[in-house]
Structure formats: C-alpha cells, structure tokens
C-alpha cells in the first residue's frame, strides 16, 4: 500500500533551515509528481510546492518563492523540502502528498515551529 513518512521537522528560531524528508513506497515513486503542503491552526491546508516525476520542473506557493527548495532523489524513493530564512508565520504541519490514479495520498505530517 502507499506509504509516505514524512520527518525532519522540529523547532527552529526565526531565519533558521530545516530540511523535510518524505519516504515514500508501495507505488513507483518516479512515475509521479509529489507535493507539500501545510496546515497551520485555525487555516485551511497550503500548496508550498511541487515537482515534477523527474525532478524537472517545481512550483512553489507565493509566500515561500526564494526560501523553499524542493528536490527529490528517486533512487531512494524520497522528496525533499528544503525550508531557509525561516519565519514565525511558516510554522505549521507540513504534509507530502502524492496522487496515484486521481486518489490523493498523504503522509502523517511533521510539525515545524519558528519561534525565538
């Protein structure tokens, strides 16, 4: 079955890094374009970006352009978020997601907190 593990979160001060992990398996992982999202209290669930089955192509959502990195190593099965010049304002679960034939798949999220 379609697994996705996501880690890598934590609690970082204002203008800090973190770097997200999501392992995937149970389908082939190269075949599909993967995603993040996130989900802070009280707000609805986020685009923060995108990338293409082979890694060449990746959006992002406006409010991370130019701090969020995203990457994936299909060898592994994983995909990256690479998070610079944190803000109080990212902090928020992150989740990755996948979709396998129009039905969405979500990991467990990881909780990352920017605060002093």
């Known amino acids: 079955q379609v697994q996705l593990v996501e880690s890598g979160g934590g609690l970082v001060q204002p203008g800090g890094s973190l770097r997200l992990s999501c392992a995937a398996s149970g389908f082939t992982f190269s075949n599909y374009a993967m995603s993040w999202y996130r989900q802070a209290p009280g707000k609805e669930r986020e685009l923060v970006a995108a990338i293409s089955s082979a890694g060449g192509s990746t959006n992002y959502g406006d409010s991370v352009k130019g701090r969020f990195t995203i990457s994936r190593d299909n060898a592994k099965n994983t995909v990256y978020l690479q998070m610079n010049s944190l803000k109080p304002e990212d902090t928020a679960v992150y989740y990755c997601?996948?979709?396998?034939?129009?039905?969405?798949?979500w990991g467990q999220g990881t909780q990352v907190t920017v605060s002093s």
């Open positions: 997601k996948s979709q396998i034939r129009w039905i969405d798949y």
